[in-house]
């Protein structure tokens, strides 16, 4: 299990400390740093394709691609060896019946007239092709990396996407059960693709890692986000929101809420009142200071003492110390924008005190 990452049993001692809020993580945003050449295995690159749908989700070829990327890829610190099977950021929307339009680097979604109910096809194409690429991926990985669960979110950005964000809003006033019923059936289909493709995925020990936010942890291990909630005011996210993530929370083993950007941060007190919500991410988003800023140390902290962990995004290695100073070390998730492998390392070294 992660033959490719040597110092796997630390890394897998940090996660599991942090969760339990009394140690630290050193990672980063992403894969972990491409090489040149191979270092793991000398694994050949697919053809090239100009066809977007078939370079982000054509089984076979995602497959190899990430294969042939992991090869090449170093893994410092406790930065996981874990690949992306989708580029989608609201993956359920999808499956459920949103169109999907790739681009080079994402893909975006067609809205699609939201009816009086919401159920999963289990044709649906996309859907079926997720667990497709799951199952070729864990194959072709054969334990040397973690396959990633895509991007599973329920709640009303799912919704969002389903029926644009401008209807949703008017809903909220004009039809506010109406919202309710579409959001409680959004979850039970959440529930079922999520340990649909869990059971794909899982590793050996019944541990999983998922994609978004660079996760791991025993048992069900997910991020969650409501990024349309920015929108919405504190009592009416404590009554469309809160109830089904509390509910999401308390049916997972670990989870964090992913805060995006500064107009989420009203919401972060309501998030803190959920007993079982493990982790707390916020985003900072452009046009304010970048993560580990002290602007956002009081942040932090009352998020540290409400109990949850915190993952600090967007900064650098000189913000690094600072950060720990002033905030401590036990639940922070480090994500750290090193430019290479060997910085990293030596970032390590300077944050070993603090272990």
């Known amino acids: 299990m992660m033959n490719w990452k040597s110092n796997w049993p630390h890394t897998r001692e940090h996660f599991l400390d942090w969760w339990e809020r009394k140690g630290m993580i050193l990672g980063m945003w992403g894969h972990g740093y491409p090489q040149p050449h191979p270092v793991h295995a000398d694994i050949a690159w697919p053809p090239s394709t100009d066809d977007l749908e078939t370079y982000h989700s054509d089984p076979d070829y995602v497959a190899q691609k990430w294969h042939a990327r992991m090869a090449r890829t170093l893994f410092p610190c406790d930065t996981l060896p874990i690949i992306r099977p989708s580029v989608g950021v609201v993956e359920l929307a999808a499956y459920l019946g949103a169109q999907v339009n790739f681009q080079e680097e994402t893909l975006w979604y067609d809205h699609i007239p939201a009816g009086e109910s919401i159920t999963l096809n289990p044709d649906n194409k996309w859907y079926r092709r997720m667990g497709d690429t799951l199952r070729r991926t864990v194959q072709v990985a054969g334990g040397c990396y973690a396959v990633g669960m895509p991007c599973l979110s329920p709640g009303l950005d799912v919704l969002a996407e389903l029926h ?127 993560g580990a800023d002290p602007h956002w140390f009081d942040l932090y902290k009352r998020i540290l003492a409400a109990g949850k962990c915190v993952q600090a995004v967007w900064m650098s290695p000189k913000d690094v110390i600072p950060l720990l100073d002033a905030v401590g070390p036990k639940g922070v998730y480090l994500m750290v924008e090193c430019e290479s492998a060997a910085e990293m390392e030596v970032l390590e070294g300077r944050v070993a005190q603090y272990r």
Do not use: N
């Open 164 to 290: 644009g964000t401008q209807d949703l809003l008017v809903d909220f006033i004009d039809r506010p059960d109406w919202v309710k019923a579409r959001l409680d059936e959004i979850e039970a289909v959440y529930f079922d693709v999520f340990d649909t493709f869990r059971e794909v995925i899982r590793l050996p020990d019944d541990s999983m890692a998922y994609y978004s936010f660079m996760l791991w942890g025993p048992g069900r291990v997910s991020q969650l986000q409501c990024d349309a909630a920015a929108m919405i005011s504190e009592d009416m996210f404590r009554e469309f929101a809160v109830p089904g993530i509390r509910r999401c929370c308390d049916w997972l083993d670990h989870s964090l809420f992913h805060v995006d950007g500064p107009g989420m941060l009203k919401h972060v007190d309501a998030l803190c009142e959920i007993e079982s919500l493990d982790a707390i991410e916020f985003t900072p988003g452009p046009g304010v200071p970048r």
